[in-house]
C-alpha cells in the first residue's frame, strides 16, 4: 500500500508500463532527515516494479549525477520517461551547483535507452537541452527550470515542454508558473512565456500534462506553499486554461498519471513521514501512496476516488482491533468517530476522525487538530483508511483529507452521534511486505515501538 526503497525515502517520481503489464516506477531518493540538502541528498534515481501498482519490489539505482563539470554534476531532480519510437526518452532536471545566496542552478537534459523498463539509459549530450530564457522566466537567485513533462503537440508533428519555472515579471513569493518549450526533435527546444502564471503560487512544482478522452487537456500542478496539488483544464493544449482548484489534500504532492490493470486511470502520488516516526519529528519526504481513481466529468471539476483494484487487499469486515484497515459509515450530522486510543485496552481516544457539516478534521491526543478542510457540501458518508501512521478520509466517496499520526493503540472503531455511541465495522487491510523492518517499513503502532 505504500513504497520507499530500503532504508530511503521516495520524493518525486514517474511510472513506465511495459508491453507486459509490468510497471516500473523511477524516483528520487534520499535518507530520512528534515534538513534537505539540494547538492548531496537527491542525487540518483532508484527503480521499482510491480504488477498491480500497490505491490512494488525494489530493483535498485538506475540513474546518477553526471560527470564534473557538466549541468547535471551535483544533483538529478524530477524525470520524465516516455516511449518514443523504438526507443525511450527520458528528460530530467539537473543541478550543476549554488548561486551566491545558496539556491540551485537548474537546466532540463535528454537521455535515452533502448530498454523499456526504465534501465540502461545514456546521456543524450553533455550540455542540458533546454534552460530557463530570462526574457520570461527567473533565472540566478530563485530560480526555477525543472520537472520536465513532455507531451506530442496538438498543434504541430512537434514536442510540448512543460516545467516547474519562475515569472520573471512577478515577485519571487508569486513568481510560480509552468513554464513552456516546444521542439520538433526533442533534441533542439525553443523557450516561450508561462504556459500558465496563476500569479498566487510561490512554487508550481512537478506539472503534468494528460489528454483526455475527449481531447481535453488536464493539468496538475504541486503547490509548495500548501504541500498538495491542483488542476487545470482547456479544450487545447495552448489553452483557454481553467483553474478547477485543488485535487489533492495537503500531505498529497507530486501527482503521476497512470492507466491502471484495470485500464481506469488512476493517479499515484507522494505522502510525507516524520522525521524519527514520531509526532514531534520535522515532516519529511516519506513514500509512494496507494493508487486514487482519477474522475475528469465533462462539466464539473475532477476529483480523486477511492480506487475498486485495492479492494482485493481488504479482508472481511470485523469489529476487532485493526492497525491497518478501512471503515465506511453513513452520517446525518455531526458525528466523531475514534479508531486508536491511548491504551491496548481502551480508554482516552488518540485518534479520532470529525465530521460537522462541511467540517471535515482529523485529531490526536488531548483534541489536538492533525489535519481539517472544508467541504463544499455536507457530507452523508466517509471512508476512512489507516495504514500505519497515515491516515486518509473520503468525504461522500471524494478523497479530501490526509494527515499523520504515530500516537495510540488499535481499537475497535466507534463512532458517537448526539451522545449515541455505535461500532463501525471495519476491513483489515493486508499489507503486500508486513515484514519489513528497515526504515522504510510501515509503522507498526504505538504497542510495538
Known amino acids: 500500500m505504500r513504497y520507499a526503497p530500503p532504508g530511503l525515502c521516495v520524493n518525486d517520481f514517474a511510472v513506465l508500463r511495459d508491453e507486459d503489464g509490468t510497471y516500473s516506477v523511477l524516483h528520487l531518493q534520499g535518507p530520512w532527515t528534515a534538513e534537505?540538502?539540494?547538492?548531496?541528498?537527491?542525487?540518483?534515481?532508484?527503480r521499482a516494479t510491480s504488477t498491480d501498482l500497490v505491490h512494488w519490489r525494489p530493483e535498485g539505482t538506475v540513474f546518477g549525477n553526471g560527470l564534473p563539470g557538466r549541468f547535471d554534476q551535483q544533483a538529478v531532480w524530477t524525470m520524465h520517461p516516455f516511449r518514443h519510437g523504438d526507443r525511450m526518452a527520458m528528460f530530467y532536471t539537473g543541478v550543476s551547483g549554488l548561486t551566491p545566496g545558496g539556491w540551485p542552478l537548474q537546466a532540463v537534459g535528454l537521455a535515452y535507452s533502448e530498454r523499456f523498463d526504465g534501465t540502461g539509459w545514456r546521456r543524450h549530450a553533455t550540455a542540458p537541452v533546454a534552460e530557463a530564457d530570462p526574457r520570461w522566466y527567473r533565472t540566478g537567485e530563485r530560480m526555477g527550470w525543472r520537472d520536465p513533462f513532455v507531451v506530442p503537440d496538438d498543434e504541430s508533428d512537434g514536442w510540448v515542454m512543460v516545467v516547474c519555472?519562475?515569472?520573471?515579471?512577478?515577485?519571487?513569493?508569486?513568481?510560480?508558473?509552468?513554464?513552456?518549450?516546444?521542439?520538433d526533435d526533442l533534441e533542439h527546444w525553443t523557450v516561450h512565456p508561462p504556459l500558465i502564471s496563476p500569479g498566487d503560487?510561490?512554487?508550481?512544482?512537478?506539472?503534468?500534462?494528460?489528454?483526455?478522452?475527449?481531447?481535453?487537456?488536464?493539468?496538475?500542478?504541486?503547490?509548495?506553499?500548501?504541500?498538495?496539488f491542483e488542476s487545470w483544464t482547456a479544450p487545447r493544449l495552448r489553452g483557454p486554461w481553467t483553474r478547477r482548484g485543488p485535487?489533492?489534500?495537503?500531505?498529497?504532492?507530486?501527482?503521476?498519471?497512470?492507466?491502471?490493470?484495470?485500464?481506469?486511470?488512476?493517479?499515484?502520488?507522494?505522502?510525507?513521514?516524520?522525521?524519527?516516526?514520531?509526532?514531534?519529528?520535522?515532516?519529511?519526504?516519506?513514500?509512494?501512496?496507494?493508487?486514487?481513481?482519477?474522475?475528469?466529468?465533462?462539466?464539473?471539476?475532477?476529483r480523486l476516488e477511492w480506487w475498486p483494484g485495492l479492494n482485493s487487499w481488504l479482508g472481511e469486515e470485523t469489529c476487532r482491533p485493526?492497525?491497518?484497515?478501512?471503515?465506511?459509515?453513513?452520517?446525518?450530522?455531526?458525528?466523531?468517530?475514534?479508531?486508536?486510543?491511548?491504551?491496548?485496552?481502551?480508554?482516552?481516544?488518540?485518534?479520532?476522525?470529525?465530521?460537522?457539516?462541511?467540517?471535515?478534521?482529523?485529531?490526536?491526543?488531548?483534541?489536538?487538530?492533525?489535519?481539517?478542510t472544508v467541504l463544499s457540501e455536507p457530507a452523508g458518508t466517509l471512508r476512512i483508511l489507516t495504514v500505519g501512521e497515515y491516515v486518509e478520509v473520503y468525504a461522500d466517496g471524494v478523497f479530501a483529507l490526509t494527515t499523520l499520526s504515530y500516537s495510540g493503540h488499535p481499537a475497535p472503531w466507534t463512532a458517537v452521534t448526539e451522545g449515541r455511541s455505535r461500532a463501525v465495522p471495519v476491513r483489515p487491510i493486508r499489507l503486500p511486505d508486513p515484514h519489513?523492518?528497515?526504515?522504510?517499513?510501515?509503522?507498526?503502532?504505538?504497542?510495538?515501538?
Not at 167 to 182: K, M, R
Not at 215 to 222: P, R, T
Not at 436 to 449: L, T
Request: with cysteine; glycine share 14%; proline share 8%.
Open 247 to 302: 485535487l489533492g489534500p495537503t500531505g498529497a504532492y507530486a501527482p503521476r498519471v497512470i492507466a491502471a490493470p484495470d485500464g481506469s486511470r488512476v493517479v499515484l502520488h507522494t505522502t510525507p513521514r516524520r522525521v524519527g516516526l514520531t509526532d514531534c519529528g520535522e515532516r519529511c519526504r516519506g513514500m509512494l501512496a496507494q493508487p486514487k481513481l482519477l474522475v475528469t466529468p465533462a462539466d464539473a471539476a475532477p
Open 36 to 46: 534537505f540538502d539540494h547538492l548531496r541528498m537527491e542525487t540518483s534515481f532508484g
Open 436 to 449: 519489513r523492518d528497515d526504515a522504510s517499513a510501515i509503522w507498526p503502532g504505538a504497542s510495538h515501538s
Open 322 to 372: 485493526a492497525l491497518h484497515a478501512v471503515g465506511d459509515l453513513g452520517i446525518t450530522g455531526p458525528v466523531e468517530v475514534t479508531v486508536r486510543t491511548d491504551t491496548p485496552d481502551g480508554g482516552t481516544p488518540a485518534l479520532v476522525v470529525g465530521c460537522d457539516g462541511k467540517n471535515l478534521w482529523v485529531g490526536g491526543p488531548d483534541g489536538t487538530r492533525l489535519g481539517e
Open 165 to 183: 519555472a519562475a515569472d520573471a515579471a512577478l515577485p519571487a513569493e508569486t513568481s510560480g508558473c509552468v513554464g513552456l518549450a516546444t521542439s
Open 201 to 228: 503560487i510561490n512554487e508550481l512544482e512537478c506539472p503534468v500534462l494528460e489528454r483526455l478522452d475527449d481531447g481535453s487537456w488536464l493539468l496538475l500542478g504541486s503547490i509548495g506553499a500548501t504541500r498538495g
